[in-house]
Each structure stands twice: as C-alpha cells, then as structure tokens.
C-alpha cells in the first residue's frame, strides 16, 4: 500500500507566514500583545519552534496507563467500603485514604480507628497489588501502623503489597500551621516507623514530597516544586543518616503534586519534577532512576457555583497530568466543594480518566509533550526556578528552618496576593462563577456538609501556615449574599441595564454588564428603544448601567443618565471607559465605569452597600 501523507497536498509555510497573518488579525496590536507571564514570572510566547535537543524525560513505561486512583474520604467507613468495591470493579486501579487532619481533607475523611480501617478495607485484595496510597496528618499519624497491621493480621505477605505510606511531616505542620517537635526530634520517630515497617517487609514508597499544600495556598508552580523537592532531599537524609543506604533511601520517596486547568505549566511541572530530582540523584552519586509522581487535581481551582464546571477543569488537569508522565492521577469530584461527594459525582471522577485512557487512548506514548518547543521550553524554565528556590531554602538550613522563618510562607503569600488581584479584576477568571454566572442554576445534591475547620491551636510550637483557599470564595461570598437577599425579599439584587441604540451598539458591552454584576449575584433586567424608561421603572431597580457603543455614548450618555436619575437610579454605571469624556459624564451623574480589568469584586462589593443588602 503506497504511503498516504496527509500534509503534501497543503503549501509549505514558515513563521514569517504566520507572523503576517497574526499582524492583520491584530488590527495594528503589537505581536507581543499574545504573550503571557507566568506567576513565575517566566515570559510565555505564542508560538515556538521545534528544539533540536528535545529529550523524553524517562515516566511511565511506554505504553502504560497511568493508575486511575480514587479518593476514600467518606467519614462512615462501611458506606466508604461499598464506594471503594464499586470503584475497583468499575476501572478504578487503586484508592487514595484520606484520613482526618490530612493534607487532602477537606472537611470530611476517614477515622483513623483500628476498627474504620478493618471495615473499609474488607474484600479488598491488598494481595493482588491493589495501589493504596495514603494521606495522613498528625490527628491521624497512626494511620500507617494500623493500615502496616490489617495487612498482617489478613495473613498478607508485606511484599505483595502496594502501599504509599504518605510520610509528610512538613507538608502536615505547613498546612497546620503548627511544628509539634523540632525536626531534629521528629526526623528519628519518622525514620524509626520507616525502618519498622522495612523490617517487616512492606517495601514503600514511605516518604513524600507534596506540593500540594503551595499549590492549595495560592503558590507558584515553581514554589510548589521548590517546596516538593526540599522536603524530599530533607527526608533523604533523614532515612540516610538512620542508616539506610541512598540507594534505599531514594527508592523510598515519592512526590505528589497538584494539576490544575493551566495545562501547558501542568504538564511541564510533572515533567520537571523528575528533572530535577534526577539531578539531587547525580548530586548524591546516583545513577537516576524513574521517579515516582502522583497527581490530584486541584483544590483551588474547584468551585461551589456551577459546580459541574469543576468537571471540565477536573478533566483538563488530568489530561495534562498523565501528559506530563503522572504515575497515578486521582480526581477531585465535582461536588468536593459542596460537602460529601455522593457516588455519582465519585462515578464521573473516575469515569473523566478511563475515557482519557480507553478512548483517547493518551497513554500509548511515552512523554508526548517531549519535542514540543513550548513544553520543553516551560519545563526548562520550571527547573531553573525551582532550583533556585530549593537552593534559597537550602541556605536557610532546610525544610524545618524555612518553614519556621516564614521564608517559603512569605514567597507563597506575594503570589497569592496577585492571583487574588487577578481574579478579582477577572484576568484570571473562573467560568461559571467569575464570568458568565447562572444565577438559575439547579443545586447539586451531596451526601453531607463538610466539618467547619477545627478552631484553636493544635500543642507545639507555632509557624505561618501556608492557608488553603479557593480562587472563587469571594465571588461565593457575594452569591451567598443574594441568595440570602431573595430568601428575604422574594426577588434578587437588580440592576437595570440602560441599552442605547441598536442592537449592535449596545449587545456586547450589554453582555459584558450582566456577566459582571450577575457574578455577584445582581441581577440584570435590560431595556431598550422607546420603552427603555417604562421598563426601568417597572424593574424596581435602583442600580441602573448604560450600554453601547462610544459612538452612542457621545451623543446620548449625558442625558440618558440625567433621565436614569430623575427617574429614581441611585447610582449609575456605564459600561466602557470614559475616554475624554469622563468629567462631562461623572457631572451627568455616572458614578462608576465597567471595564475589562477593573476591580469587578471590589465594585460588586461597594453595590451591595449601596443597596444595603
């Protein structure tokens, strides 16, 4: 059969090609204006060329799924057997235990009992290699011995397990905010259990690198990796100066990072994470070997308004984790913000992977992102970031001492701040709670409410926490607020919107007012034409927004607003930016101008005042 090519029919092209076409869809816009910057500050190009160098970064075995995992963090431990039988008969590989006080709780999770783990685990092949992963704190530090301990009492040999012991001091006292023993005493506990647990024969990983408390706190992808990688070399040396050889004590360590809808610096940060403990591998005198990483998609990307969102995000994150090489990639469901996930969000946390992997069959490649100049580029950029910033904690005596300085904290807290700002303005925005909102939207039914975060401080002594947050909290907050309104009034916060001209005119900047205001729960009622007045006094209204072009606006702002005043409007918006025009029009009456860019929370917040809601 003669070789089919399916480019020969289409003219060759070059950048140069490109770059004209760009420069007239621009309409005179510099080139530079579709480039980004990463919170890394890492500068991001449209479009890049093929490396020469282009390597693939040694992940999976070529051809192997990645282990679809499921989270087990149902406080009742029989309802949480029946989900994880159900999980492992229907494509799930493995389960994540999510204990009480673990860095993934997130407000409910399992009772670290001997009793909850004998009924979660039962029928459960622990013998067949079944990957058990778990997630642990100091409320539940016994975890693992009781989990080390089912096993034996099961008659299973320990070396036919597959467990992750999830050993993660650092990442429990960044989240808690709280060092219950200096390092120096706690490294010897930690190791000790370690070496128990090897004596018995379980062969790990034990230790893990997670970057998942940067990540839930508003960090960088490359503080995440910093903070993942200083914890593992800290734990290297822990188990090294126990008496474990390195080449032991490597074997015993695995990471875990968070995945997010940001897939390009999602895919990178998985390929950079083995980059860079390969070269901590070299350091030490060791031939690098693969790496173990699991991923969990995000926390704060998950939303409580439009929830089933957090399913295209959700399956973007996992798409670029199992890109970028992940070894196990576990689903948030889609309700993980609303409380306690019922099965059939469980069920389309696992299905979003089998489809990846069944149907789109992402899998058969080994490190398809490998010779892509942007991801090689990014991934590049990621490992000299995070290398610098591991080695700023490293000068500052490690993990312990950098979390008891605040140093990691205080990095953490800049970018944070600047996502804040960003999502406020919405140049970072969220679909469906941020920009256009559904204020009809159907609730989304869970099993429970999470638990209100415990109050008081944990005994020890106490550190800047790396605080857990979602990007769309204040957005909820307003929602929150509305909702309350329409509970007390019968009707919601309005707004009208004041459309000039024709449809042409006014469509866009209308569109652009409502997605706004009814982010905050306001809203939007529009009228047009003849009937624009009888429709705002029929509205009840007091907030009033004007809509249209600048060409309309020049002619019919000025006493559009007057008439918008007289007729009740206590403050009156215009959708656009003033322009030259802007002290004729604050002296008609506008108060306040919409604009890409502008402090969208911050004026929905000053609505509310004016509305007294």
Known sequence: MAEISLARDFPLS??????????????????????????????????????????????????????????????????????????????????VLVFEGAVGDYGYALPATEAAIEAVLKGVHLDWGVPIELDFGPPSRQAAVLVANYVKARGFAPGSVNIRFGFDPFGAMATRGVAHKP????????????????????????????????????????????????????????????????????????????????QFLTIAKFRAIRNLWARVEEACGLEPSRACVTAETAWRMMTKRDPHGNIVRGTIAALA??????????????????????????????????ILIEEANLHRVADPAAGSGAIEYLTEQLCEKAWDLFQEIERAGGSFAALKAGL???????????????????????????????????????????????????????IPPLARFRLTEPFEH????????????????????????????????????????????????????????????????????LCSSDKVYAGEAVGSAKALAAAGASHIYLAGKPGDHEKAWEGAGIGTFLYQGCDTLGLLQNAYERLGA
């Open 408 to 462: 990691i904290q205080r990095a953490v807290a800049k970018v944070r701040a600047e996502r804040e700002a960003n999502v406020a303005s919405r140049k970072d925005s969220v679909i469906g709670t941020s920009d256009f909102p559904d204020l009809a939207e159907e609730p989304v039914a869970v099993l429970g409410a999470a638990k209100a975060p415990a109050t008081g401080m944990p005994p020890g002594e106490p």
């Open 321 to 354: 984790a199992a890109v970028g090489s992940a070894d196990a990639v576990t689903v948030l469901p889609f309700s993980a913000a609303l409380g306690v996930p019922d099965p059939f969000a469980r069920r389309i946390a696992r299905n979003t992977q089998t």
């Open 478 to 545: 307003l929602r929150d607020r509305s909702d309350a309104y329409l509970a007390r009034t019968g009707e919601r916060p309005k707004v009208f919107l004041a459309c000039l001209g024709r449809p042409s005119d006014f469509t866009a900047r209308a569109s652009f007012a409502r997605s706004l205001f009814e982010a905050g729960g306001i809203e939007a009622v529009e009228g047009s034409g003849d009937t624009l007045m009888k429709r705002f006094k029929e509205s009840d209204a007091k907030l009033a927004c």
């Open 183 to 262: 390092w120096s005493e706690l490294a010897p506990e930690v190791t000790g259990l370690i070496s128990n647990l090897v004596s018995q024969g379980f062969t790990g990983p034990f230790c893990v690198g997670d970057g998942r408390p940067v990540h839930a706190a508003g960090g960088s992808e490359a503080q995440e990796l910093a903070f993942a990688l200083a914890n593992a070399v800290t734990y290297l040396r822990a188990l090294e100066a126990h008496g474990m050889s390195l080449e032991d004590a490597r074997r015993f360590i695995f990471f875990r990072l968070a995945a997010d809808q940001d």
């Open 14 to 95: 070059s950048e140069a090609d490109w770059q004209a076409l760009v420069k007239e869809a621009l309409k005179g816009a510099p080139l530079s204006s579709l480039g980004t910057t990463s919170y890394d500050g890492i500068g991001i190009e449209p479009l890049y060329a093929r490396p020469k160098d282009g390597n693939v970064i040694s992940g999976r075995e070529p051809g192997e799924a990645w282990a679809v995992m499921q989270r087990v963090d149902l406080p009742d431990a029989e309802t949480a057997n029946t989900q994880i039988l159900d999980d492992l008969n229907n494509a799930a590989r493995g389960i």
